[in-house]
């Protein structure tokens, strides 16, 4: 069974600035793909950034980008100048490959992120 | 918008009672998959449909029950309704593998939310 581990359950950053959120999973999956989700306080679970495992390449999209580390299992997310709307709970999710159709997600116990003026 | 609906958005009912949650997938999407979210268990996996057909099985309840429609639109069926049921409960979608830029991802509805007084 996979586990994933959010240490912080709670952070806050000033407005502009950059954040890390943390994220280290457990799993004896060599193939396998991780997520970040995203839930405002509207509760709206939304997909921030995905990551293949099978890619050496961290992905970004546009101010948010993820350090994967594979050996370590570990997958955090960096937030670059910060906004008000980035305030929410943050999902890391796992999920591992399957040849027929998809997965389920497995999710870590979030981290509430919030944004000051 | 996710383009994943979900009725009713809450749904208020007593102890006891049986409730039906309706999920609409994603146009193209053959996998459903149901969340519930509550506050002491937080997000977990109850059930997969792929295509009309029961695939996985999560921590879901035996009084808990769901089902996949030719249409594939999906019913997550609860009854005999406890106060610990009260939770948000999430139905997600994801395309069929082979989907550039889709594959292996899922997509979140509102969600559903759920008060047993």
């Known amino acids: 069974a996979q586990t994933v581990t959010q240490s912080q359950p709670e952070m806050s950053v000033q407005e502009a600035e950059t954040v890390t959120l943390s994220c280290t999973y457990d799993t004896s999956e060599n193939n396998y793909y991780l997520f970040w989700y995203k839930q405002p306080p509207s509760r709206q679970m939304i997909l921030v950034i995905r990551q293949e495992a099978y890619k050496q390449q961290n992905a970004t999209e546009n101010r948010f980008s993820v350090n994967f580390q594979k050996a370590a299992k570990s997958f955090s997310l960096k937030i670059s100048d910060s906004q008000l709307g980035d305030t929410a709970m943050y999902f890391c999710a796992f999920m591992k490959h399957a040849q027929i159709g998809n997965e389920k997600l497995t999710f870590g116990t979030g981290t509430r992120l919030t944004i000051i003026p | 918008d996710s383009g994943v609906t979900q009725t009713p958005k809450h749904l208020i009912t007593a102890t006891g009672q049986r409730v039906t949650l309706r999920c609409s997938p994603r146009?193209?999407?053959?996998?459903v998959y149901w969340y519930q979210q509550s506050l002491d268990q937080g997000l977990q996996f109850l059930i997969q449909?792929?295509?009309?057909?029961?695939?996985a099985k999560g921590n879901i309840l035996e009084r808990f029950s769901a089902q996949q429609f030719p249409d594939l639109h999906s019913e997550l069926n609860l009854s005999s309704l406890e106060l610990g049921d009260s939770a948000l409960y999430f139905c997600?979608?994801?395309?069929?593998?082979?989907?550039?830029?889709?594959?292996?991802?899922?997509?979140f509805g509102p969600g559903t939310r759920l008060t047993v007084l």
């Open positions: 146009s193209g999407d053959l996998s």
């Open positions: 449909y792929y295509n009309g057909e029961e695939r």
């Open positions: 997600a979608s994801s395309p069929p593998r082979g989907l550039a830029g889709a594959a292996d991802t899922q997509y």
